[in-house]
């Protein structure tokens, strides 16, 4: 069974940090990029962060350039997220996301259950 379980979210002071991590399972973890996104309330899904199946590559929202760092490790089938100086406008659900080659050939769009950032005083 694919799955995506976000944890490390939590509540935070602004300037404050947290790593989320997105573990895996399911599927060849190696071979296939991988992404978070953020929802905060009343707002759309938006992706935060991108990175390649290698690691050599890493996309990051303009918003959050110089603040957050993607990573993985592909020995242990996870990817993370590091937030720094986080702001009261980084609140939000943190979202694990990957599209993956299906059993039957398609392409397939698996989504975690979402891990809760609070930046609050």
């Known amino acids: 069974q694919v799955k995506l379980v976000e944890s490390g979210g939590g509540l935070v002071q602004p300037g404050g940090s947290l790593r989320l991590s997105c573990a895996t399972s399911?599927?060849?973890?190696?071979?296939?990029?991988m992404s978070w996104y953020s929802q905060a309330p009343g707002k759309e899904r938006e992706l935060v962060a991108v990175?390649?199946?290698?690691?050599?590559?890493?996309n990051l929202a303009e918003s959050v350039k110089g603040r957050f760092t993607i990573s993985r490790d592909n020995a242990k089938n996870t990817v993370y997220l590091q937030l720094n100086s986080l702001k009261p406008e980084d609140t939000a659900v943190y979202f694990c996301?990957?599209?993956?080659?299906?059993?039957?050939?398609?392409?397939?769009?698996?989504w975690g259950q979402g891990t809760q950032v609070t930046v609050s005083s």
């Open positions: 996301y990957a599209r993956i080659v299906s059993t039957w050939g398609g392409w397939m769009d698996i």
């Open positions: 990175i390649s199946p290698t690691g050599s590559t890493l």
């Open positions: 399911g599927f060849v973890f190696s071979v296939y990029s």
